[in-house]
């Protein structure tokens, strides 16, 4: 798996063998980012349950501001860093915690787009949105980009977040939620 896109195009993204989890595909990576190409300049990203690292790094090639990380599991942390430490004059923090932890230890940042993919199983989205929607970390215009199962559907509005696009990607589904005012 290589960063598709931005200054950092080519880099690869080391993913260890033994590790459980399964990075986000280039084409879903693509589209994401093809959606996102005219807002991610100069952006503050929050990866949540961040893996490889993968978006939020495809993220800092195609310009967003700063990243941070979060992570549980020791050893994606240590491939994050591992992922990180390729890449030259970029602002990130990587956060050890368990995601719900994390979001209300970040209480007061403010983050422009979050990525939110938890493993399928877990069926987190939407108590992960919700739990954002409590907490001030949230800028006017932010945007939500969720990775899900087909099998999970979720309401055209969660607390004061909207669904504005999902599109799917055979087994994979993204969906766009944004904050109403």
């Known amino acids: 798996m290589?960063?598709?896109?931005g200054k950092f195009k080519g880099v690869r993204i080391y993913t260890p063998k033994n590790i459980?989890?399964?990075?986000?595909?280039?084409?879903?990576?693509?589209?994401i980012f093809d959606f996102l190409s005219p807002v991610i300049k100069n952006k503050n990203v929050i990866d949540l349950y961040?893996?490889?690292?993968?978006?939020?790094?495809?993220?800092?090639?195609?310009?967003?501001?700063?990243?941070?990380?979060v992570e549980f599991d020791p050893e994606c942390v240590r491939t994050i860093k591992t992922n990180l430490s390729k890449l030259k004059n970029v602002e990130t923090q990587?956060?050890?915690?368990?995601v719900f932890m994390a979001i209300r230890l970040l209480k007061g940042n403010v983050f422009d787009i979050f990525f939110i993919?938890?493993?399928?199983?877990?069926?987190?989205?939407?108590?992960?949105?919700?739990?954002?929607?409590?907490?001030?970390?949230v800028s006017e215009n932010s945007l939500f980009i969720a990775e899900h199962?087909?099998?999970e559907i979720f309401p055209d509005k969660i607390?004061?977040?909207?669904l504005v696009r999902q599109?799917?990607?055979?087994e994979t589904v993204i969906s766009v939620f944004k904050r109403q005012c």
């Open 2 to 5: 290589q960063i598709i896109s």
């Open 20 to 31: 459980k989890i399964t990075p986000t595909s280039s084409v879903v990576r693509r589209a």
């Open 50 to 69: 961040a893996g490889t690292g993968a978006l939020g790094i495809e993220a800092l090639s195609r310009g967003a501001k700063k990243a941070t990380f």
């Open 94 to 98: 990587v956060v050890p915690l368990e």
């Open 117 to 137: 993919d938890p493993p399928y199983k877990e069926k987190a989205i939407k108590s992960i949105l919700l739990e954002i929607s409590v907490y001030d970390i």
């Open 149 to 151: 199962h087909k099998k």
């Open 159 to 162: 607390g004061v977040l909207a």
């Open 167 to 170: 599109k799917k990607y055979g």
